[in-house]
Antibody
Framework: QLQLQESGPGLVKPSETLSLTCTVS??????????WGWIRQPPGKGLEWIGS???????YFNPSLKSRVTISVDTSKNQFSLRLSSVTAADTAVYYC??????????????WGQGTLVTVSS | QTVVTQEPSFSVSPGGTVTVTCGLS?????????PSWYQQTPGQAPRTLIY???TRSSGVPDRFSGSILGNKAALTITGAQAEDESDYYC??????????FGGGTKLTVL
């Protein structure tokens, strides 16, 4: 059974960089059919896709966040990571990592992590 | 900026039928956007219900169904149960690796 687990600081100061890691267990992050993504949800609001990475390092980003986002993959550790720079209170959210199918005519998010709350505050 | 629209809220009686829709601000939703639907209860991660417009994910009851209705994707719950009270999100794949989430629909069963 595939499992994804987010980890990282729960509190980040304004203007600093938010860093999270998603550890994948139960399957190799190098599986060719899948991308690995980050989605966030501000308190009381809806879900927002941040970006995704392929095991080869190919990345795609939400245009509204692209200038501040870096997503990387470490196949040796079966992990992928998110960095969001210059954070403000508006970046306070539960951050989810998820796996997505993106080939062979199948496109959807099939496995999700439990989510981790990141608060931006001084 | 692509906007995916959903009804903010819906109410349904137990045993009733409800259809939640998913539209695009500037185009019609078709199967080419591979619409998928997710259920989320408070404090929990989203759960995949439907993908590729109408394919139910493993373990999802058959009272949940997906379709294209007119120019929108649709999620229909036939015979709603109390445990279906949740938030529902549609997601469209825009191509080029880009995903867009709808704003979500809060479903009340009463």
């Amino acid at each position: 059974q595939l499992q994804l687990q987010e980890s990282g600081p729960g509190l980040v100061k304004p203007s600093e960089t938010l860093s999270l890691t998603c550890t994948v267990s139960g399957d190799s992050i190098s599986s060719s059919s899948f991308y690995w993504g980050w989605i966030r949800q501000p308190p009381g609001k809806g879900l927002e896709w941040i970006g995704s990475v392929y095991y080869s390092g190919i990345t795609y980003f939400n245009p509204s966040l692209k200038s501040r986002v870096t997503i990387s993959v470490d196949t040796s550790k079966n992990q992928f990571s998110l960095r969001l720079s210059s954070v403000t209170a508006a970046d306070t959210a539960v951050y989810y990592c998820a796996r997505s199918w993106q080939q062979l005519g199948i496109y959807y998010f099939d496995y999700w992590g439990q989510g981790t709350l990141v608060t931006v505050s001084s | 900026q692509t906007v995916v629209t959903q009804e903010p809220s819906f109410s349904v009686s137990p045993g009733g039928t409800v259809t939640v829709t998913c539209g695009l601000s500037s185009a019609s939703v078709s199967t080419s956007y591979y619409p998928s639907w997710y259920q989320q209860t408070p404090g929990q991660a989203p759960r995949t219900l439907i993908y590729n417009t109408k394919t139910r994910s493993s373990g999802v009851p058959d009272r949940f169904s997906g379709s294209i209705l007119g120019n929108k994707a649709a999620l229909t719950i036939t015979g709603a149960q109390a445990e279906d009270e949740s938030d529902y999100y549609c997601v469209l794949y825009m191509g080029g690796g880009i995903w867009v989430f709808g704003g979500g629909t809060k479903l009340t069963v009463l």
